[in-house]
């Protein structure tokens, strides 16, 4: 739980895989590399996090956008796994439990470009240079940024329990197939 002296953060937590979005919609939780990085460290429970997908998480980067599909609350402490996890051939070594709040209809959801000129988290506006700021986990963003982003994907999201099957459904067959 965070306290008045410790209030939660919020984030966005990049997506850049599909079977990763497949498989943190299915088992609400998020699984993290070996590799240390100081924002996940500082992740608590309590935290919310603002699920993005990247223009190459569906394998069609000129077709998609980096898009917000999500939100979420980080509902256990980033833990260490008895065993790793594998996704997409890479293997995760630590993760912690979320619940979804909202989930938009699949490949879906709130299109960042438009919108990088308005957010404080990237405050070099060149062309694609915001780009290099979703390299990692995630990314801390600042009141403002958090008020727009939650209210553009309010008015495209729904409940998870409408959306995920869909996501889980079509990533399983995109792999397969």
């Known amino acids: 739980m965070t306290t008045e002296t ?5 984030y966005l937590l990049i997506l850049s895989e599909r079977e990763a979005v497949a498989w943190v919609l299915r088992t609400s939780r ?9 924002e996940v460290e500082r992740l608590r429970v309590g935290d919310r996090l603002l699920l993005l997908t990247t223009r190459g998480c569906w394998h069609n980067p000129t077709r998609d956008r980096t898009r917000v599909i999500g939100l979420a609350e980080v509902t256990s402490s980033v833990r260490s796994y008895d065993e790793p996890v594998t996704i997409a051939g890479r293997d995760f070594t630590r993760g ?82």
């Open 96 to 177: 912690c439990g979320l619940r979804l709040e909202s989930v938009t209809p699949y490949r879906t959801g709130v299109e960042l470009a438009p919108l990088v000129p308005e957010l404080e988290v990237f405050p070099d506006t060149r062309p694609g240079a915001w780009a290099v700021r979703i390299r990692r986990p995630l990314v801390q963003l600042g009141p403002a940024d958090v008020e727009l982003l939650t209210r553009e994907l309010d008015e495209v999201a729904g409940a998870p329990e409408d959306h995920v099957p869909e996501y889980v459904e079509k990533v399983r067959l995109a792999v397969s197939g």
């Open 30 to 38: 998020m699984a993290f590399p070996a590799t240390r990085r100081a």
């Open 6 to 10: 410790d209030p939660a953060s919020t």
